[in-house]
């Protein structure tokens, strides 16, 4: 099984718990990894060359997908429009388009980066936040789907869902220092991340695709 994994912190659980749940070298033999960015993952679940993976929520409409998803209750501290000329974040689809639809114009960042960004005391935007300002609901940036191994991938997903992950220290310490920030921060970080679908997170994400497809897409036609 090919997965593609999104390179960034909001999936170090996900990733600790697949770790965890591959324990003979059988299995691990059968499952390859490709990490990138969302929009490079987006494609390659497109093309077939991942067979299951944490895609754009914007995208998620064409395929199989579980009830997992990258979903945060107001602020996420990873996802901001920084007002002035606009740009868009070419690593991102979802929120390229979320800023669209709630009319903020100004330089999508995303990821690790946006992240590190706000700890060392950057301003913007928390596009998680104005959602939830406008719809009152939690916003679901991505979600788990897959377009081969419907049985297996179901199974990881409940079993990730039922499960309680803690983080070793050493890999706190690893993906932390990698990107900059201390283990605390990374920690507070994750506990704004949410990973179950429940109504209120399906409700915002039949709005958000609804409004998506009433949005100019004219915008977004040399986005990856």
């Known amino acids: 099984m090919l997965f593609g994994s999104i390179s960034y912190l909001n999936l170090l659980p996900f990733q600790v718990f697949l770790k965890r749940s591959l324990k003979n070298n059988a299995s691990k033999m059968g499952f390859r990894y490709k990490r990138a960015v969302p929009s490079t993952i987006n494609r390659s679940l497109r093309r077939g060359e991942v067979n299951a993976a944490f895609i754009s929520s914007v995208e998620s409409k064409r395929y199989q997908c579980t009830d997992l998803g990258i979903i945060a209750n107001q602020n996420v501290y990873s996802v901001f429009v920084i007002p002035g000329v606009e740009e868009i974040d070419p690593a991102s689809a979802t929120s390229n388009r979320l800023a669209r639809i709630l009319g903020l114009k100004g330089k999508v960042l995303i990821g690790d ?87 209120k997170s399906q409700q915002s994400l039949k709005l958000f695709l609804k409004q998506n497809e009433k949005t100019n897409h004219s915008f977004f036609d040399n986005i990856p």
Not at 154 to 176: G, T
């Open 113 to 199: 980066q946006a992240l590190k960004y706000y700890l060392s005391g950057g301003q913007g935007i928390d596009l998680a936040q104005a959602w939830y300002e406008k719809t009152g609901l939690p916003f679901v940036f991505a979600r788990l789907c897959y377009n081969r191994h419907k049985t297996k991938i179901e199974k990881l997903a409940k079993e990730f869902a039922r499960s309680k992950i803690r983080i070793p220290q050493y890999i706190l310490k690893k993906e932390a220092k990698k990107r900059g920030i201390t283990s605390k921060e990374l920690l507070w970080y994750l506990s704004h991340i949410h990973y179950k679908m429940n109504y």
